[in-house]
């Protein structure tokens, strides 16, 4: 039932540098100190092409020949003539400087090592130029690397089971609906990095999730997935507190002054924002793909397999065409609620307990302090 694109090894295909791949092939034949030495030249030449490829900025008046940290990058793009910087950041170097005393006269918290140049400088640079977050990495000297891979969830997709299937009824979803429950594992770029379809829409999430990893989906040490109430906290799969506000609109709700009650709902409210990432891509999943909203009786196998063929299509969408909306986000991407007081136990959504369970709680709330003490010093 899970997609062969998931692993994590033709995942990792996609984020190899155009003469990574090719690589293999011209130097094939060479012997081993050759090829090494070829690889490590690729790989320079490969960077050039990429930034030269992508970069807005002018490296005769950005000098760009040696590394510059995100402060010096920032400081020498101002240097700039105006008409230079307003095209990277549509701002002039003067009204650019004041925007950023204005945020921080409003009390935006900088966090981490970033000054609230580097903030604004990424954003601008991000919303003006579209540019891609790898590149935006790159310019300011900041790894894209994070201890969070992704979110997982699932979503309930209409389905309808043979007809000579003995236990129909365990398609039936709480709602009352014949659906087959699909999880996926999504990253921060909104891709299907895992999809596991088939199961019985009366099966909970968490169970999918537990012999999901059962049958070996596996995840990094030292990294972990967002995941919703509805399954147990671990160091792998980090959930929310329960008992503590946790939907965004909730938050949207309340004066930012007078925001969080405590370090728990902050912590959530940060683990909302980014975990929306997987309730986004199922909408624009169903907005994109009509059969997912209107299946057909087909063959149940054919049906899973349609699932599936919908997210390898949409990833490919992603790649080639993103930012080109021809379709309306299903807004109601989940029959399952993004509440951290699920109605199942965390007892019984354990993916794994004990040890896990243990460095879960410690990770979340060093996480959580971390997130606390950075608001107030700010």
Known sequence: ??????????????????????????????????????????KRVAAWWFNAAMCAADSRELKRGRKLSGAEYIRETLRGSDSYVQEIYRLTPENFRLLGDELLARGLPT??????????????QLVAQGSPIRKLCFDFQHSEETDALGAIDGTHIPAFPERDEPFKERWRNRKGNMTQNVMAVVDFNGNFRAVVAGWEGSAHDSLVLRRTVDAGFTVPEGRYYLVDGGYANTHQFLAPYRGKTYHLAQFQQRRPRNRYENAEELYNHRHAQLRNVVEKAFGILKGRFRILKDMHRYKYSFQTNLVIACCVLHNFINRHQRGQVDFEEDAT????????????????????????????????DSIRDKLWNARRTN
């Not at 199942?344 to 979340?364: C, F, H, I, K, Y």
């Open 1 to 42: 039932m899970s997609s062969d694109e998931s692993s994590h090894e033709e995942m990792s295909s996609d984020d190899m540098s155009y003469d990574e791949r090719s690589s293999d092939e011209d130097v094939s034949s060479d012997d081993a100190n050759n090829y090494s030495k070829r690889r490590e030249r690729n």
């Open 111 to 124: 966090g981490g090592d970033l000054i609230i140049e580097e903030h604004v400088g990424m954003f601008l």
């Open 333 to 364: 991407s989940s029959d399952d609620s993004d509440d951290p007081d699920n109605d199942v136990p965390s007892t019984s959504a354990n993916v794994s307990g004990g040890t896990d369970a243990q460095r879960g709680g410690a990770l979340r």
